[in-house]
């Protein structure tokens, strides 16, 4: 029997487990990173496994998925929107335990062959039924509890990467494709960073904000967010011949005109799981979306059938996850970091936590009003997310005296304040009328400054020199060695060798990198001097069309603002740099230093371009030319490098490895051209 404290702690997690679930599934506010919900959910499953009489009818362990949500109308499932196990074990042993469980369910042999599954990745956005009749979309549904979901048509018409009408010219009578809505990182972010400048509140992260984007009340709204799909599965199907297994399942859909994620596999075995789950999760930082893990399914429909279900899950699936994108840890204290332009930016000091795969000790505030909103003070427990490649990032703090320990905040905790007084260099701090932004007045007298100038115009991007990174720039500044750009190129070997940590053959090494860095292209130098706005693909419109360094500088606004893509801001920030006597001086000292690029007439440049107007798309690796120097050959013959096969691309360059860009173009017929044929076509006069 249980005792007290068991039964005790089971309401305690029925309770906090119900509390969060309205938070994450009513409200989309969730409190708590899902690992706490997952965590608490665990507990609350190993204690009814264990003492079954503490069981209850309402315990969350016995529902899954969400509410319907009040304002929609609801939609009875055809066929129930099941969830899929879940395999928290995030290393080989996960997979591996999967297909044994499999292979035992199937009653196979031990010398029975391998299984073939399809390998797909897990999406974090929203589960959705779209119903297609004759081809045309009439409803759209969200997963609700399952058995039955809210009508959400109107909402999912507004995103555009769904079909109104498949493609085909005898679709199935009833054809339900399920799939996940979600929203892209960059989206995600742009739309953050919109929020921040208006000084409003910002999004939690792209999953609740794709789930709360779908149930808007208001379609207008959803239009506004920018939301993408991809299918996965199906639901009812009436008049198709459903293709015999999952993997060619999912090319009928595509087919159809769906979109369907191309990192995707047909693996073979335990083994090939392994090698899957391995390989998205080292891929995982790159992608454009977040995933929380992947999803294996046995590949033959006829399998899966005799597998069958369990409760809600299929036996026939399995979602293996990664390390949590978000995590619970204390603010141990808030600190200014001086940016490149003098932004003063609150960085949060952590206690160390794993999240998204490293270990985070620092993340951004971005600016005191953000963290006034998020109402977080030094010693509070916060949630930390870090995602892909953007910088972590608290979302907020977790609430007080929860199941999960965390403490209630310590009284007389001072609230945070920008300082008056740069950190770094001790100038005024300010903040423009209205603006967000707290700056350092001090530029290149603030050493801060200095070090993120030097570091950014060293960058692979910019002038690209090798051997000059974080520490040196320290050094280098904090020793007064260089004060200004053009100072980097007046080092020589013994006055770093000097230096701490530095030995003979690496300073030789840098200096022979700064000689290098030398010869140059326009965009690269433009890019590199750190103006404002001025971002790499700007730093290279302007190159186009100026041709030289002079016309720009001379250039006014109105002239800057017929540079493809160049604004009101852009132009005016461009204007501005060059309006300070001491830019202008850095820039002719950096030439007397001997920093040149090729100069061209601009826009009404006469050399041949023989790829003018062409797009091309690379994939997989070149014999001999990086991925950067391909694009910069193809960019440089006035051709343009796209991510994605289309029937606008006018080339495909394709190495080893390539992957479904390669099929996609062989389905549309578009020219595949090897290493080679990239050269010739560069070499080739323009067809005129
Ligand atoms: S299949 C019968 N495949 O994960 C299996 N689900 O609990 C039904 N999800 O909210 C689901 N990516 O929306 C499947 N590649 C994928 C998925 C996926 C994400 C979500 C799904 C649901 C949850 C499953």
Redesign the pocket.
Known sequence: MADDDHDTRARALRERLHHHAHRYYVLDAPEVPDAEYDRLFAELQALEAAHPELLTPDSPTQRVGGRVLEGFTPVRHAVAM???RTETDTTAAGAEAFDARVRRELALPDDAPPLAYAA????DGL?INLRYVYGTLVQAAT?GDGETGEDVTQNIRTIGQIPLRLFADAPPAVLEVRG?VYMRRDDFERLNEAQRAQGRKTYVNPRNTAAGAVRQLDSAITAQRPLSFFA??LGEVQGWDQPATHSATLDALAAFGLPVCTDRAVAEGAAGLVDFHRAMGAKRDELPFDIDGV?YKVDAIALQQRLGFVTRE?RW?V?HKYPAQEQMTRLAGIEIQVGRTGKLTPVARLEPVFVGGTTVSNATLHNVFELRRKGVRVGDTVIVRRAGDVIPEIVGRVGVGMADGSSPRQPYVPNFRMPRQCPVCASRVLREKGGIDHRCSGGLVCGAQRKQALLHFAGRRAMDIEGLGDKLVEQLVDAGVIRTLPDLYALGIEQLAGLERMAEKSAANLVAALAKSKRTTLARFLYALGIRQVGETTAKDLARHFGGIEALMAAGVEKLLEVNDVGPIVAQSIRAFFDQPDNVEVVRQLQNAGIHWPESAGEADTTPKPLAGKTLVLTGTLPTLARDEAQALIEAAGGKVAGSVSRKTGYVVAGAEAGSKLDKARELGITVLDEDGLRALLAAAPDE
Do not use: H
């Not at 797909?120 to 999406?123: Q, S």
């Open positions: 099941l969830s899929i797909e990745l897990k999406f589960a997963r996940e996965y599965g999803v299929p699936a979602a």
